[in-house]
């Protein structure tokens, strides 16, 4: 039976998501989501709707979905343990150090992998099932097939979204926030720059007209018209998005899949959407316009609002005659009980209380003794009307009988104290299986240990003497042959996906490479940000080339191609790249269980935040790199800019779109049209060439120039001024640049 997820910004939100006919309600807390701008809830606030939603079977699942630096994710324990010990059903992950963290420390707890991990295959998803992962929330981009497979392989849960706002880019592989400021996506902080206005032109022409600016802002996700392919696809859970939406809203669309599944459970024959629904969920929606998804299309303009970017207003659900069946007025969250009171003189007062047709749920309480009324004794009438006042309880007295023995005294006061304990009781009772405790709790916050000078492992701290490279093109790697402290270059897997296993440029490649290898260079081969099933059917069909490559090791940048390398060169060594977000040393004990024990550092820490990585104990025996030159790449997009502007360019390699904003600044888009995809770069360049100095005392293994939309001549240029810094031509190979966030930290 699949679940439906709703989601609660606050308390209002929670409680009209269980009236709407949720399953499950995935939450935040203040610390550690997804989405830092939703209201999120207080502890105590959390605890009180967990409560409530257990007491009527239904699950809650915190998000726990953003990236942990070092000095936050020892906080994480203390963070989550009051939720655990009340009974929390799940938590929802991004963070491998954060995963392996909870895993640790939590038996019994849920482990959902969020859509932030951007796991788009069954290699991927099977790489954290050996962690305890339970479940996948697959990248939104996937087909429906695609999903299917990963269950088919895993056998894990899955969960996907159904309704609600769509990124652009693959989840947890946008930083085009973050480069705009210091509201990074993968912290909860997205600024949106997907909702703006961009022009895009292609080999020298405008593409969209001026009525279509809104090139990156997806239209809302429904899929109420194939919802029962869903179904027999056997996904999990079905997702509603919006965190940061109105009561109204999740009240609305709760209520309307509630209605709409149990429309196809009861006859899936009969199963047909009314067009006034369609048209009022069409009405309330944030762009005012509609689609499936990805589901059942690769892309298209089909998914894009194109001329309008914002947000409509919302209208309460309780204002029109049409909101679904499903949604239900406030005291119908309240569970019915069954009571039973007596009382005789001398004797103590007895109050049994019970679930509705539960009685095996039955809590017995007793008071004082009752005594004889000297003047107006008691009436049963007088004592129900008292017990019955549940008040804020999540109680209502369906049955409440009241048997009194003779003329008695009985005290409001006592009547209120023998109704609280034993609703008290009754609550217990009825959470006792959802209660937990953590072993070894005292041990559960940070302990500071200071160590010896003597004791401390000495880094490898090389630096700026060992260069490493990464290219993506025959002419950046051509360019680099003058190079003489470069130890390794990492060549995009891209380079070999166009050739044939005769062809002579094939050969020509594989000769620069091996006058590399001779020279003690090694050579890497780097997997796309990316990897979905067609990209590693195109990388298999390249074996040979591979093979007769015979790279020094891979880089890697998601689970997928992670996963995918262990099992197909398990001898080869691995470098996790960027977007692996080694945020802190819990992740890169992680990925040392991978097999990964050098990583290229992440475009989102601070100077700081880097020293205190690279030198926290569970990352002392591991090598780490600094990017100090490239264009970050901004937002990987199953969205193609060609495609949504009539210029599909299918079965070709590499194209170049130019992105402008409405400040006038350029992006360039790379089109990979063999496996229909885009990568958007950011306007200018990193470049730390000023912060060299405060670079080479810092305890790295190397740094890395990422070559990506560079000319040979660029591309030279960069390499000499980092070889040859003494020369003065750091200060000068690079007009306008930024320094990311190597002095300016994310939020």
């Known amino acids: 039976m699949v679940e439906l997820l709703a989601p609660a910004g606050d308390k209002e939100c929670f409680k009209v998501a269980l009236m709407a006919g949720a399953d499950a309600i995935y939450v935040g807390g203040k610390r550690y989501g997804a989405r830092a701008y939703a209201g999120n809830f207080e502890t105590e606030d959390l605890i009180e709707c967990m409560q409530l939603a257990h007491l009527h079977g239904k699950k809650v699942y915190l998000t726990v979905n953003t990236l942990m630096k070092e000095s936050e994710i020892d906080g994480l324990t203390s963070f989550l343990r009051p939720f655990y010990e009340e009974g929390l059903d799940g938590v929802i992950l991004q963070d491998f150090g954060a995963l392996s963290c909870v895993a640790e420390t939590f038996p019994g707890l849920e482990l959902h992998a969020s859509t932030q991990m951007t796991i788009t295959g069954a290699h991927g998803a099977k790489m954290l099932k050996k962690y305890g992962v339970s479940r996948v929330v697959p990248a939104r981009e996937l087909s429906l097939s695609e999903i299917v497979e990963i269950k088919e392989k895993t056998g894990l849960e899955i969960e996907t979204f159904v309704h609600g706002a769509m990124c652009y880019g693959y989840s947890g592989q946008c930083l085009f926030s973050s480069m705009l400021g210091e509201r990074s996506g993968n912290r909860g902080r997205c600024a949106g720059p997907c909702r703006l206005p961009y022009a895009v032109k292609y080999d020298g022409k405008r593409l969209n007209r001026e009525n279509e600016m809104y090139q990156l802002s997806l239209k809302d996700l429904c899929t109420l018209e194939v919802l029962p392919k869903l179904i027999e696809a056997g996904i999990d859970s079905f997702k509603i998005e919006g965190r940061m939406k109105t009561p109204e809203y999740v009240e609305f669309v709760t209520g309307m899949y509630r209605k709409y599944i149990d429309l196809y459970r009861s006859a899936p024959e009969r199963y047909r959407v009314n067009k006034e629904d369609m048209s009022l969920l069409r009405s309330r929606f944030s762009r005012g316009s509609i689609q499936p998804g990805y589901y059942f299309m690769q892309n298209g303009r089909e998914l894009v609002t194109l001329d309008k970017p914002g947000y409509q207003s919302f209208e309460s659900a309780k204002e029109t005659s049409d909101a679904p ?423």
Request: hydrophobic share 35%; charged share 30%; with cysteine.
């Open 325 to 747: 069946e499903a949604a239900k007025e406030p005291d119908e969250l309240k569970l019915n009980l069954t009571g039973y009171f007596s009382a005789q003189a001398g004797v103590p007062i007895c109050f049994t209380v019970y679930k509705e047709d539960a009685p095996e749920t039955a809590v017995v309480v007793y008071g004082q003794e009752a005594s004889k009324a000297q003047k107006c004794p008691a009436t049963a009438e007088e004592v129900k009307k008292q017990l019955s006042k549940t008040g804020n309880t999540p109680f209502l007295f369906s049955q409440l009988t009241v048997e009194l023995e003779g003329d008695l005294f009985l005290s409001k006061k006592v009547l209120n104290e023998l109704r609280r304990d034993a609703l008290t009781q009754l609550t217990d009772e009825l959470l006792r299986d959802h209660r937990r405790s953590v072993s070894g709790a005292d041990a559960l916050e940070k302990t500071v240990v200071t160590e010896p000078e003597s004791e401390r492992l000495k880094i490898d701290q090389r630096g700026l003497e060992q260069i490493h490279v990464q290219v993506r093109t025959r002419e950046q790697l051509k360019a680099l042959q003058g190079g003489k402290k470069i130890c390794r270059i990492y060549m995009s897997t891209d380079l070999l996906t166009t050739l044939s296993r005769e062809d002579a440029s094939a050969e020509e490649l594989l000769d620069m490479c091996r006058n590399w290898k001779e020279r003690g260079v090694e050579i890497f081969l780097t997997f796309p940000h990316v990897c979905r099933r067609n990209t590693i059917k195109i990388i298999d069909e390249k074996r040979v080339i591979i093979d007769k490559l015979q790279p020094d090791g891979f880089c890697v940048g998601n689970p997928e191609s992670l996963e995918y390398i262990k099992e197909t060169y398990p001898d080869k060594k691995m470098v996790s790249d960027a977007g692996l977000y080694v945020f802190n040393a819990r992740t890169a004990e992680f990925l040392a269980g991978e097999g990964i024990t050098e990583h290229i550092l992440p475009f989102e820490l601070h100077r700081q935040e880097i020293m205190q990585l690279v030198q926290a104990k569970k990352a002392r025996s591991h090598r780490f790199v600094l990017p100090v030159y490239g264009y970050i790449p901004v937002m990987e997009t199953a969205g193609c800019l060609l495609k949504t502007n009539g210029a599909c360019r299918q079965g070709k390699g590499r194209e170049e779109v130019i992105l402008t904003d409405r400040h006038k600044k350029d992006r360039i888009v790379v089109t990979h049209c063999d496996r229909c995809e885009n990568t958007i770069y950011n306007s200018v360049p990193l470049s730390l060439h000023k912060e060299a100095d405060k670079i080479s005392t810092m305890p790295l293994s190397g740094i890395m120039l990422m070559f990506s939309i560079e000319n040979a001549s660029q591309t030279k240029k960069v390499l000499d001024a980092w070889e040859n810094p003494d020369g003065g031509q750091l200060e000068s190979y690079v007009r306008e640049f930024t320094k990311g966030h190597f002095i300016k930290s994310v939020e």
